[in-house]
């Protein structure tokens, strides 16, 4: 079988198996016979041309986003393109520091010895990627993975086609096929590759999901990097500055239709200042919008929800929201015929809504008024631990006590969403919001295996090994007491 079946979805979930039983043995093949040639000039010119192919399909790739789900040019180059670039960029940058053996300080019982940390690929990595950003999480992590040497399976969603497809050409045209492979299919093809021993899988979606993948790599023993998602809340504190909050928290929550898994899920406002924040809220919407609905459907920055099902899924929580004593303070416009969902501001919320418990994952903004800052880090605490908490507030005793008192992946303050941009920082969850990290020297170490080497030289191991003779026993004695 050629390698070009391989890659096309099977027919039926036993072919699949044994298609990627196939594809996953010559890949591991192939990467053991250049474990030794893939240094890192071999991975920079594999970056370079990956670079040069995204800059080459750039209209292809906003095209793509386009038709998959309405997404703005615009927003497709610095939400899918730029990050992936500059993760190259990045990663060129700093590849021979990263690559480098890490010195083991000595200790006094090693006296003698010499020891060192070496980085070395997993192996067959296998990557799944979602539908939000389908560019960048699927390209981005290829980054890092080739990076620290490996070979990579990527499966990007189905539920982004033409995207998924321009991905597929642009892998097709920077790696031979055993190195890098792109694989296309619904959820059956996610269930097959993930009976696969792959020696790590790097997954992006739901923490429901995150808990099958993690359940069938448990199988098979693989590491995985899981970045999940969560309920990520917002506090506007009473000495916020109130444009800088506004703006930042429009763009993170209705950027791409509020499809983000660090968007701003939900804002608790003091109540001191929260008939005015909701006003400048509605007021920034417009501005960047649109006043009315009619514009915000013609506006062309203005994203889709993916599909249907995610359509529906809003709506019945709006629905909900309003049957339990919500209000829809602006917005609350929906179109099934093209999934159109305005943004949408929502007041008078309580904890027994279905929008109080489940990830919004779309245009939708309550906001929860509060007068106690220990209530609202009680709520928060009450919830499974979230991707990313968000703090606006010009006083930091009280920005440095809703640190300490939380657990979150990450936190911006008096920014939401950029703390994904930066390639220092460790992109990644805790718990139920994720494993593992990604991005710049994070990302290369999640597809690393660092591997421990220790060279004897002149220590004095030998004088403890048995027999033990009284002479042995007193040494053992003296090094446990002097050493321990």
């Known amino acids: 079988m050629g390698i070009a079946e391989i ?13 990627y039983d196939n594809l996953l043995a010559q890949m591991k093949a192939t990467q053991l016979a250049h474990r030794t040639q893939y240094n890192r000039n071999a991975r920079l010119d594999d970056l370079q041309r990956l670079r040069k192919a995204m800059l080459a399909h750039e209209t292809q790739i906003t095209e793509a986003c386009e038709r998959d789900f309405r997404k703005p040019a615009s927003e497709v180059k610095l939400t899918e393109i730029f990050p992936v670039l500059q993760e190259i960029r990045h ?63 990527i499966k990007p969603s189905e539920l982004t086609p033409h995207t998924s497809g321009v991905i597929a ?49 448990a199988r098979n023993l693989s590491s995985v990097t899981l970045e999940l998602g969560g309920k990520s809340p917002t506090i506007v504190g009473p000495g916020a500055n109130m444009r800088k909050a506004v703006q930042s928290i429009v763009w993170g929550k209705f950027a791409n239709n509020g499809q983000t898994c660090i968007a701003p899920d939900h804002v608790y406002v003091h109540s001191s200042i929260a008939q ?62 093209e999934n159109y969902i305005s943004p949408t501001v929502l007041r008078g919320m309580n904890p027994d809504m279905d929008i109080a418990e489940k990830e919004l994952f779309g245009p939708l903004l309550p906001l929860i008024p ?21 703090i606006f507030e010009k006083d930091r005793g009280l920005i440095d006590r809703v640190i300490a008192n ?36 994070y990302g290369f170490r999640s597809f690393s295996h660092e591997r421990a080497i220790l060279e004897d030289r002149f220590s004095i191991l030998s004088w403890l090994y048995p027999p033990y003779t009284p002479r042995v026993r007193r040494l053992i004695d003296l090094v446990v007491r002097v050493l321990g």
């Open 7 to 19: 890659l096309k979805p099977a027919g039926s979930p036993g072919n699949a198996i044994r298609e």
């Open 91 to 153: 990663a060129k940058r700093h590849l021979r520091q990263w690559m480098k053996p890490r010195r083991a300080a000595l200790t006094l019982s090693m006296v003698g010895t010499r020891a060192r940390v070496r980085p070395e690929a997993k192996g067959v990595c296998l990557i799944i990627a979602p539908w939000n950003y389908p560019v960048n999480l699927s390209l981005a992590p290829l980054v890092s993975a080739i990076a620290a040497g490996n070979s990579v399976v």
């Open 169 to 217: 050409d642009i892998v097709r045209e920077v790696f031979s096929p055993l190195h890098v492979a792109v694989v296309q299919g619904g959820i059956e093809t996610s269930q097959s590759l993930l009976e696969q021993p792959f020696d790590h899988i790097f997954f992006t979606g739901s923490p429901a999901v995150g808990k099958v993948v993690m359940a069938a790599a």
């Open 276 to 337: 005015e924040f909701e006003h400048a809220v509605i007021t920034e919407i417009c501005r960047v919008y649109g006043n009315d609905n009619r514009d915000l459907k013609a506006n062309p920055d203005y994203c889709r929800i993916v599909n249907a099902r995610h359509f529906k899924r809003l709506h019945a929580l709006v629905k909900d929201a309003r049957t339990k004593g919500g209000e829809i303070a602006f917005g609350g416009e929906f179109d099934s015929s």
């Open 370 to 390: 509060f007068d106690n800052l220990d209530d609202v880090i009680a709520r928060i605490n009450s919830q499974p631990k979230p991707l990313a908490l968000y």
């Open 406 to 441: 939380t657990s979150t992946g990450g936190i911006g303050i008096n920014v939401t969403v950029a703390q994904f941009l930066h390639p220092n920082l460790p992109f990644g969850g805790v718990n139920n919001s994720g494993i593992g990290a990604a991005h710049g020297e």
